[in-house]
T-cell receptor
Framework: DTAVSQTPKYLVTQMGNDKSIKCEQN?????MYWYKQDSKKFLKIMFS???????INETVPNRFSPKSPDKAHLNLHINSLELGDSAVYFC???????????????FGPGTRLTVL | RKEVEQDPGPFNVPEGATVAFNCTYS??????FFWYRQDCRKEPKLLMS???SGNEDGRFTAQLNRASQYISLLIRDSKLSDSATYLC???????????FGQGTTLQVKP
């Protein structure tokens, strides 16, 4: 009965490869997010989708492409992986578009990506 | 200047101690504020929202000072299970874009 799930949990790959991380939420939320947590532990938002519409698109390389087939899923595809992409990637979801300023965001367990 | 700044610590305290964390934010237009907790190698989880009038949840008290642009978290009667990283979080707008501080690490010792 996991609320926000991500696969895989660990991903080790070579530079230059293309990989995807999947995220699903069963909370019935409208909005989903992708965050990156680097080695210094800073958690930074990358993208957000509300009902399959992109609403936040931070300055990330265009090698990163989110895809939302429906409001319960938000996948992250990364092309031509680089060493600097190594980090923990967290998916999150919240109810509503954030118009209620105190909407809680629920995070998935994270995907630890290591690029060799 | 970072958008949300916290002292990374670590704060090492004995069980039963009272400990306080502060956080400052740079954008005066920030609209809502939170403390999240992150255990080692786990995901962040909401600890509490921070309201203008200050709010309390059991042993935890959060305060907001908009004039000085800082947020605080007070933990009373620390437990071993309080050991974690506490993330100060600011919501800049109504899009749900949260800005996270680096986190303050707390280690409660027996």
């Amino acid at each position: 009965d996991t609320a926000v799930s991500q696969t895989p949990k660990y991903l080790v790959t070579q530079m230059g490869n293309d990989k995807s991380i999947k995220c699903e939420q069963n909370l019935g939320h409208d909005t989903m997010y992708w965050y990156k947590q680097d080695s210094k532990k800073f958690l930074k938002i990358m993208f957000s989708y509300n009902n399959k519409e992109l609403i936040i698109n931070e300055t990330v390389p265009n090698r990163f492409s989110p895809k939302s087939p429906d409001k319960a899923h938000l996948n992250l595809h990364i092309n031509s992986l680089e060493l600097g992409d190594s980090a923990v990637y967290f998916c999150a979801s919240s109810q509503g578009r954030g118009l209620a300023l105190y909407n809680e965001q629920f995070f998935g367990p994270g995907t630890r990506l290591t690029v060799l | 200047r970072k958008e949300v700044e916290q002292d990374p610590g670590p704060f090492n305290v004995p069980e039963g101690a009272t400990v306080a964390f502060n956080c400052t934010y740079s954008n005066s237009a920030s609209q809502s504020f939170f403390w999240y907790r992150q255990d080692c190698r786990k995901e962040p989880k909401l600890l509490m929202s921070v309201y203008s009038s200050g709010n309390e949840d059991g042993r935890f008290t959060a305060q907001l000072n908009r004039a000085s642009q800082y947020i605080s978290l007070l933990i009373r009667d620390s437990k071993l299970s309080d050991s974690a990283t506490y993330l100060c979080v600011v919501n800049l707008s109504n899009t749900g874009k949260l800005i996270f501080g680096q986190g303050t690490t707390l280690q409660v010792k027996p």
